[in-house]
């Protein structure tokens, strides 16, 4: 009977023992929980931080596109109000310079009479 007493008192402290390395492995893995969720909540905060910034700067480099696309158009209106210009003043200096001749002719013609 004393045998089996001891033999009862040594699986009781054999279970004492589980159930304290059980218990001691039940709070590392709450703790190793809390840090997840910890790590979790610092990688939500910060996709969320990024997301805001690309958002902000997909609306701003759309407005920098559109403001290009604007410069461009009005590039290539001033581009062709040069170009017009340019030939409005290539028919005035070939009009001045058949103005000129003439009057030199009329000049001429007056001196040779």
């Known amino acids: 009977l004393l045998q089996f007493d001891c033999i ?8 004492d023992q589980a159930l304290r390395n059980l218990d001691e492995l039940r709070q590392d893995l709450l703790k190793d929980l809390e840090n997840q969720r910890a790590r979790f909540d610092a990688l939500t905060s910060e996709f969320d931080h990024l997301q805001a910034n690309f958002d902000s700067t997909s609306r701003s480099t759309v407005s920098i596109e559109m403001t290009v696309k604007e410069i461009k158009q009005q590039r290539d209106e001033i581009s062709k109000q040069r170009d017009d210009l340019a030939r409005q003043l290539t028919d005035v200096m070939h009009k001045l310079e058949i103005e000129i001749k003439k009057r030199e002719d009329i000049e001429k013609a007056n001196l040779c009479k």
């Open 8 to 15: 009862n008192d040594v699986k009781c402290r054999n279970l």
